[in-house]
């Protein structure tokens, strides 16, 4: 099937999906722990009715059984040599229930590895990609009709996904991601990013999947419709899960769940289904309703938007005018190239935290220099900045190789700097920026040089678009440099440059600028600067590369937005409008560590609350050879940056990258400082805690972090591992004493195997107490089971478990 013959699908009626897979073959007698795939080869009758039963009650695409079949999944049963026989007769499988049923159309299905993405953890993303053409490969050769990267976690994995699919296949790819009660996904990605990074990776349709029911998902579908111009599809479970008779039920009727999905259907979703605990009776009532319901409309409108993994920027041309930070960028700046010949990031993270804390929108990213692998340091460098902080990045680099590198891994939807008229640019960097979604800064520049005149400047804007419309970009995805040259040099250069802003906002065009090209070489600069800003957006300038640490030249901007009259501006202006004689118009040019809002704070506290895993052991080695002692430093710098860490993730101001970066951050500290700390102190006397994922669980992202978190408040932490038996749990609670076990669970399926470890605590007379948490888990399960406490994240793990053993 062509993308092209997918989308017309949705002209005339609303799509229904299957059901749940896993839920019902666990009620056909699949037990925890083996591979499913497998098991469903074994018995493929199971499989088969079960898919024709679907089918027969209305589906339209049926998902072929596929889901976990990669081969580092298969890898964990031994059965990886076993992927292209086993891809292959899944497929096999379900294009024989579509012939018997005589309809519908299969999808292949993949999903997430569980293993996590550098620089979180070890797999590299090339490692990723290559394991899902692996798949995708066997898939599309089996005779798909189309695929479906469903039940993601993680929007840089899903983008490995669809990449992979991209370069392997030219079939239609749809996507869901799981989101938690937040709104969220595990990684910290909202609904909106979501949609805005893969429409424009070039799924075809975009929707939610998993983790709660049809009424919990309507804000997720509404929040997706507002930027899509591809479908949205949804898959909710049948509820939430009940513990009935140590079974995990799904309550939730097939009237009660059509009944819901009407909510789902009238926020937008134009293809419907079923996850867990749906069974063909729920898509047969589910096919009924929507058969009645009118199509939602989908949208051509493309709107301007970059995203970070974890934001989004809409840029509007009548929104508040908006700054990239230009620091990041070795050009007359010794330091910063010194530090980057020498590998070190450290000024690089300083700058793009203090741009952040100083009011830029985007940070532009930029190492081209001597000396260096550009390519590499590049790559170095995105990855750092990305998981630190949540703006979206531009990307700016001459260099098509140096492009596709950082555009390949950047978990977002990134601005490229720049595009122009040169050769290079149209034939090499433009395809590259269509092929990742990415948007670009359009540089009125050609091989003939700068134009001599606006008139020849816009007849380059308009050749570029021109290529560009025919490439399939809009003018949403473009924003026009008005290429400011330099006044002291050329004396209508500011009204040349404001013209073709004035222009493009006529055109309905975004437009930036590099803003102190404008004063070069003259004295007092900034007075030029701020001056030629405040008439650049009144002409309609959108955003301009610029120094956010520049107090007049954002206090102008702020002034000029509130002048005209822009939304909530008056407001924006008293909030951020700063007194001149608090910062020089060069301030922040070094990059200095610590920043207002730390004032006080040791190094190492800022180092464990930035996540600085660059220079902690400097630092560490440094304070204790000054004296100071350890176990104060354990107590007041660790503890206490840790504790603000868990309140920053409670507030949604920090997710789970930089939670991550933080507990490591703290690990390498707590190895130097233990020792010294246990010199003088019995390591038994700290609480033992048995941590383990319960039996035929193999999702272990959490309780990784949970065990990093409370190892690194001083507990001694038992790890077990994944997929762990009830007894194996007891008997290392017997023998380490434990004080808490705790016990994490990813699925429904497995969540029942908590209540059996409950229940054998007190079989056995232990004191232990028992935490549980998870994806599925909740605080209600928890008493139903009789657990001793249940802690929604890592970071709450650490509180639950205090308050337990009555820890300050």
């Not at 979501?194 to 997720?220: F, H, R």
């Not at 107090?551 to 001149?580: C, G, H, Q």
């Not at 070094?590 to 506290?605: F, N, R, T, V």
Request: hydrophobic share 45%; net charge negative; glycine share 8%.
């Amino acid at each position: 099937m062509k993308k092209a013959d997918f989308r017309k699908l949705f002209d005339d009626k609303i799509l229904i999906l299957d059901g749940a897979t896993g839920t019902n073959l666990m009620n056909a007698g699949m037990p925890l722990g083996v591979c499913p795939e497998k098991w469903i080869l074994e018995r493929p009758q199971i499989m088969f009715d079960l898919q024709v039963a679907y089918l027969n009650a209305g589906t339209d695409i049926l998902y072929a059984p596929t889901f976990t079949c990669n081969r580092i999944k298969l890898n964990e049963y031994g059965l990886a040599d076993d992927l292209e026989d086993m891809n292959r007769r899944l497929v096999e499988l379900s294009k024989e229930a579509v012939k018997a049923a005589g309809h519908g159309l299969v999808a292949g299905d993949i999903t997430m590895t569980g293993e996590m993405l550098y620089p979180m953890g070890k797999l590299k993303f090339e490692e990723l990609v290559d394991v899902y053409k692996e798949q995708i490969k066997v898939i599309d050769e089996s005779g798909c009709d189309l695929l479906v990267v469903e039940t993601m976690m993680s929007l840089a994995e899903t983008r490995a996904a669809v990449i992979a699919a991209n370069e392997v296949s030219d079939l239609p790819i749809i996507a869901s991601l799981t989101f938690n009660e937040d709104g969220r996904t595990l990684y910290g990605t909202d609904p909106v990013t979501a949609v805005n990074v893969l429409q424009n990776l070039g799924v075809a349709a975009i929707g939610v999947n998993c983790s709660t029911g049809p009424d919990k998902m309507v804000e997720l579908v509404r929040q997706m419709k507002s930027i899509a111009f591809i479908p949205v599809f949804a898959k909710p479970n049948a509820g939430m899960p009940e513990l009935v008779n140590d079974k995990s039920v799904y309550r939730m009727t097939p009237e009660e769940f059509a009944e819901d999905m009407k909510m789902i259907i009238e926020a937008g979703a134009g293809m419907v289904g079923g996850c867990c605990g749906t069974r063909p009776e729920h898509i047969k009532a589910l096919a009924d309703m929507a058969s009645k319901m009118p199509v939602p409309e989908i949208s051509s409108e493309h709107v301007r938007c970059i995203s970070s993994e974890r934001s989004s920027l809409i840029i509007d041309l009548d929104a508040p005018f908006k700054v990239v930070g230009e620091r990041i960028n070795p050009t007359g700046k010794k330091k910063l190239q010194a530090e980057l010949r020498e590998g070190s990031l450290e000024l690089v993270m300083n700058m793009a935290e203090e741009q952040v804390d100083k009011g830029a929108s985007i940070l532009d990213i930029n190492v081209g220099m001597n000396g260096i692998d550009e390519r590499d340091m590049m790559l170095k460098v995105v990855y750092q900045v990305s998981q630190a902080v949540n703006l979206p990045l531009c990307l700016d680099s001459s260099s098509p190789e140096v492009l596709e590198a950082a555009l390949r891994i950047y978990p977002g939807r990134a601005l490229v700097n720049s595009v122009s008229l040169e050769k290079v640019k149209m034939e090499e960097i433009l395809p590259l920026v269509k092929k990742y979604g990415a948007m670009f800064i359009l540089l009125p520049l050609s091989d003939k040089g700068l134009p001599e005149s606006p008139q020849e400047k816009e007849d380059i804007i308009n050749t570029v678009l021109g290529t560009a419309y025919e490439m399939g970009f809009t003018k949403n995805d473009v924003v026009v440099d008005g290429l400011v040259a330099t006044v002291g040099a050329q004396k209508d250069a500011a009204i040349n440059c404001l013209k073709t802003i004035n222009y493009c906002y006529n055109n309905g065009l975004a437009t930036i600028c590099g803003l102190s090209n404008i004063s070069f070489g003259l004295p007092e600069r900034m007075f030029v600067n701020t001056a030629f800003l405040t008439m650049a957006i009144s002409r309609g300038l959108t955003m301009a590369i610029a120094n956010p640490s520049q107090t007049m030249l954002m206090n102008a901007a702020f002034a000029s937005d509130m002048l005209l009259f822009k939304e909530e501006s008056d407001v924006r202006y008293i909030e951020n409008v700063k007194p001149l004689e608090l910062a020089s118009p060069g301030a922040g040019a070094s990059g200095g560590k610590a920043g207002s809002d730390l004032e006080g704070k040791s190094q190492i506290y800022i180092d464990v609350l930035k996540g600085n895993k660059r220079s902690i052991l400097d630092d560490v080695h440094a304070v204790l050879d000054s004296g100071a002692d350890p176990q104060s430093i354990i107590d007041n710098d660790l503890i206490g940056a840790i504790n603000e860490v868990g309140r920053l993730f409670e507030k949604k101001k920090y997710f789970l990258p930089q939670l991550i970066s933080s507990a490591e951050t703290m690990e390498m500290a707590i190895g130097v400082i233990s020792p010294l700390v246990l010199k003088d102190k019995d390591s038994s006397d700290m609480p033992t805690i048995v941590v383990a994922t319960v039996e035929g669980d193999i999702h272990d992202i959490g309780k990784n972090l949970v065990v990093l978190m409370l190892r690194n408040y001083g507990f001694n932490v038992i790890d077990l591992g994944k997929d762990v038996p009830c007894d194996v749990i007891i008997q290392a609670a017997k023998d380490n004493n434990a004080s808490i076990i705790g016990l994490s669970a990813l699925m429904t399926t497995t969540m029942v195997k908590m209540k059996d470890v409950v229940e054998a605590v007190k079989e056995n007379g232990l004191d232990s107490k028992v935490v549980i948490g998870g994806a599925v888990i909740t605080e209600s399960y928890a008493e139903e089971i009789g657990a001793d406490g249940y802690s929604e994240d890592a970071a709450n793990c650490v509180v639950v478990v205090k308050n337990l053993l009555g820890i300050e």
